[in-house]
């Protein structure tokens, strides 16, 4: 029992220092394509869309089949393979000057995302006991905040050379994250032994309330996803310079570092993941239909750190509700398929974030593109609420395996599946 403790342990540590690899590799890049290509080119905002949410749909929507995959063949192999992809996907960005080139690096950076997202977040669920992942998930998001700071800083500064050495900056991240990996990364199995890829991609998909929540979600991502599209074109358009942006990932780093860990420990004592997460994007979705009030740098960011906090209180009890649904023998097929509300909710954030821009311009109406998202944020808190007051019959849980079946290493023993 000791050597198991101590390995779930080391294991933990290994995931908060790769997620900090990626999530500061991510933020180098991403929140820099809008400002490039929309901002400083002058290319439509929906083709800059159109290409994000193709990176959303890639790496999302076939989360999936890369989660089936880890659940067939282990996490290492996808992670390694993924990170590797994505660096090709920056290496394309570096020399992006047609939509074309920038449509191909976002679908190469999404595959890449599709391979080694779902094996990352089954082996969260792998090593962290029920009562503990809620904590777990606050230190995430807490570092990830930090990490995206760090990011967003290191790519404006990398943006004020040239837009070639912000691409090239985050493909190094990935080729050293997957070295790491590949390097020091356990041979860990996150599903129960013998689990086929196919078995494991049926097993979420028959979770009928399971994707009924999956899907729900989609419009909580479409108001997340503008983190990464209107909300820096609009900040740095108010402060008159990209740096405003790391600006804005700063505050989200202050709130984070904060807040965040106290919001989900006073939650997890007093509130359902449920009504914890309906309060969360209760605060993003009048935040967003207050974006037209705030005349100003100061104002702006008030509505901005509005947001944040209604993310800060949304997003662990989202990570925690998903995985409660997790069971032993596909859980990374169960974080894949999560992510399609992420793939649905992203292609749309994107999509139609450039586009009502585009015609706000057009139609001299700032305000449209907010109060359009105000209204989906309304309508996604009033089907999720039906939903989680709607009742549910649980899953059989799974049996328990013997230890002698998970192998050597007590490690690779997967946690008991908790009934929902």
């Known amino acids: ?20 690899l990626v999530v500061m590799g991510f933020y180098l890049v991403f929140p820099m394509v809008a400002l490039r290509f929309v901002d400083q080119l002058g290319w439509a905002a929906a083709a800059v869309g159109l290409a994000l949410g193709a990176r959303q749909v890639a790496q999302q929507g076939l989360g999936l089949v890369g989660g089936s995959l880890s659940d067939r063949y282990g996490a290492r192999p ?10 090709a996907g920056f290496a394309v960005l570096a020399y992006a000057h047609s939509p074309l080139h920038l449509f191909i690096s976002c679908v190469l950076s999404g595959l890449g995302g599709s391979l080694f997202e779902p094996a990352r977040g089954a082996l969260v669920v792998k090593l962290t006991r029920p009562n503990e992942r809620n904590g777990f998930y606050a ?16 790519g404006t500064w990398l943006l004020s050379f040239d837009f070639y050495w912000v691409a090239l900056g985050g493909c190094a991240v990935f080729v050293l994250a997957a ?18 890829a196919l078995a494991a991609l049926r097993t979420p998909l028959a979770d009928k309330p399971y994707l009924m929540l999956v899907l729900a979600l989609s419009g909580y991502y479409v108001l997340n996803v503008q983190l990464m599209m209107l909300l820096p074109v609009l900040v740095t358009k108010v402060a008159g310079t990209p740096q405003a942006v790391a600006w804005m990932y700063s505050m989200d780093a202050a709130l984070s570092v ?30 967003l239909a207050m974006v037209p009030l705030a005349a100003g740098v100061l104002p702006l960011f008030a509505v901005v750190a509005l947001f944040y906090l209604g993310l800060l209180v949304a997003e662990p009890a989202r990570e925690s509700l998903v995985a409660r649904y997790a069971r032993v023998s596909a859980r990374a097929s169960y974080m894949g398929l999560s992510r399609i509300g992420l793939a649905l909710g ?29 209204g989906i944020g309304a309508i996604t808190w009033l089907i999720l609420a039906r939903q989680f007051n709607q009742p549910r019959t649980p899953l059989t849980p799974a049996p328990a395996l013997p230890t002698a079946a998970c192998g050597a290493s007590a490690a690779s023993c997967p946690a008991p599946h908790t009934p929902r």
Not at 348 to 370: I, K, N
């Open 258 to 287: 904060l807040l965040l860990y106290p919001l989900a420990r006073l939650g997890e004592r007093y509130l359902t993941e449920q009504v914890r997460l309906l309060c969360g994007l209760g605060l993003m979705t009048a935040a």
């Open 78 to 87: 996808m992670v390694v393979a993924g990170m590797l992809l994505r660096a």
């Open 1 to 20: 029992m000791q050597g198991a403790e101590r390995a779930r342990k080391l294991g933990k540590r290994f995931v908060v220092t790769d997620h900090m």
């Open 346 to 374: 992203g292609l749309l954030g994107y999509v139609a974030g450039g586009w009502l821009t585009d015609s706000s311009r057009a139609l001299h109406m700032p305000a449209l593109p907010w109060l359009v998202l105000g």
């Open 139 to 154: 230190l995430l998001m807490t570092l990830e905040s930090a990490c995206a700071v760090t990011g967003a800083l290191l």
């Open 179 to 196: 070295l790491l990996n590949a390097l020091v990364l356990p041979a860990y199995r996150v599903a129960a032994p013998g689990t086929g």
